[in-house]
Structures are given as structure tokens and as C-alpha cells.
T-cell receptor, first 116, second 115 residues
Framework: DAGITQSPRHKVTETGTPVTLRCHQT?????MYWYRQDPGHGLRLIHY???????DKGEVSDGYSVSRSKTEDFLLTLESATSSQTSVYFC???????????????FGEGSRLTVL | AQSVTQLGSHVSVSEGALVLLRCNYS??????LFWYVQYPNQGLQLLLK??????LVKGINGFEAEFKKSETSFHLTKPSAHMSDAAEYFC?????????????FGKGTHLIIQP
């Protein structure tokens, strides 16, 4: 399975503080994604990246920014955290170039963020 | 844009009974279809994947799903539920190109197994 690690796994912060979540992959997959998971909403796409320095917005991108300076790392930043951003955040990678696992998403273990 | 509908946010079955989790998608082009499973405090794991090779797809842990184009459905079944099947299940539709339309998830179905 793809090696995807997220850090931190748990974080509690206060409203108005900046927060950065990190996703690191060892599979050299081109696409990387950040999702948030909330009860009743399933998984919602925040941002994604299709290459180094190539990123785009997803469904719920307001209040979030991302950066990808290396193939293996994809950072999600909350510039000024709000209570509505309390959630579980998942990073995922995707191989799209073909092969038996093309199209699949490989997920990290998640980062639980609480904004007080 | 495609969408995925999972009927029932919670499904409860008795241990040993048939599991049926429903998924319908909207798409004009035959897509990739996936079922993912999420155990408590873990990420999502691939259960099975449809790629047009066969309409009946077998996955891990005894699960299988049947693609029915005429019904735009991809329901997940397991003949006999086990306590370890208790988890959240997500249906997803995707295309090979990746990106914002790369994969769209349903809202999930929480499977409860009664002893």
C-alpha cells in the first residue's frame, strides 16, 4: 500500500491561530488531495495538487491554502482557524497514469483538528 | 459533475444476515466505481473497484458489488455479516484523469452489526 503519513495526527488550537497540516507520500503519485470529513457530509474536497507547485481548489476551499514544493509533500494551511474548521482532515494520493490501481485514492490516517 | 447517493446513513443487520448497502451515481460516461471502508479512527481503505472488466466485482472480506448501468447502481453486498464488518462505507465514482472530478464520494453509510 501507498505510504502516506499525516502530521500532526491530533491538534487542538484556538480561534484565530494559524495551523499547518502536513502530508508526506513515498509512492511518487502525481495527484494529492486534502479532504475534510464531517458527520452527515462525508468527504469533501478542499484542495488538490496535480504536480509540484500546481494546485487547484475543491468544493470547500474557503479559509484554506495549500502548497506543494516537492512531489512527496502537500501542506494544508488554515491561515486563521475558526471553530467551523474543527474536523478530521484526510490526505490522499492518486495514481492516474494507468496500471491496475489507476484512479484509486490512497488515504492517510487522518488529522483530527479541534479549534476552540 | 457527477454525484453519488448512498441510501441510508445507517444500516443495521444481525450477525450472519445479508448486508446490502445501496449506491447510485449520476454519470453519462461509464466511470470507475469504488467502495471504501473506514474503521474507527482510521483512514479509508479500498474494498473493491469496478473498471468495466466485469459487472460483478469481488472485493476483500467477502464483499462484492454489481454494476448495473441501466440502473446507474453499484450496490455492495455480503452474504453473511460479521461483527468485524461494523464500519463506515463510502461509495465513490471517478474518472481516470484525476483532479476535482477525479473522485466524488457519497456521504457514507454506517453499518451496525447486531449480535
Amino acid at each position: 500500500d501507498a505510504g502516506i503519513t499525516q502530521s500532526p495526527r491530533h491538534k487542538v488550537t484556538e480561534t484565530g491561530t494559524p495551523v499547518t497540516l502536513r502530508c508526506h507520500q513515498t509512492e511518487n503519485h502525481r495527484y494529492m488531495y486534502w479532504y475534510r470529513q464531517d458527520p452527515g457530509h462525508g468527504l469533501r474536497l478542499i484542495h488538490y495538487s496535480y504536480g509540484v507547485k500546481d494546485t487547484d481548489k475543491g468544493e470547500v476551499s474557503d479559509g484554506y491554502s495549500v502548497s506543494r514544493s516537492k512531489t512527496e509533500d502537500f501542506l494544508l494551511t488554515l491561515e486563521s482557524a475558526t471553530s467551523s474548521q474543527t474536523s478530521v482532515y484526510f490526505c490522499a494520493t492518486q495514481q492516474v497514469e494507468g496500471g491496475p490501481r489507476a484512479g484509486e485514492l490512497f488515504f492517510g490516517e487522518g488529522s483530527r483538528l479541534t479549534v476552540l | 459533475a457527477q454525484s453519488v447517493t448512498q441510501l441510508g446513513s445507517h444500516v443495521s443487520v444481525s450477525e450472519g444476515a445479508l448486508v446490502l448497502l445501496r449506491c447510485n451515481y449520476s454519470s453519462s460516461v461509464p466511470p470507475y466505481l469504488f467502495w471504501y471502508v473506514q474503521y474507527p479512527n482510521q483512514g479509508l481503505q479500498l474494498l473493491l473497484k469496478y473498471t468495466s472488466a466485469a459487472t460483478l466485482v469481488k472485493g476483500i472480506n467477502g464483499f462484492e458489488a454489481e454494476f448495473k448501468k441501466s440502473e446507474t447502481s453499484f450496490h455492495l453486498t455480503k452474504p453473511s455479516a460479521h461483527m468485524s464488518d461494523a464500519a463506515e462505507y463510502f461509495c465513490a465514482v471517478g474518472y481516470s484523469g484525476g483532479g476535482a472530478d477525479g473522485l466524488t464520494f457519497g456521504k457514507g453509510t454506517h453499518l451496525i452489526i447486531q449480535p
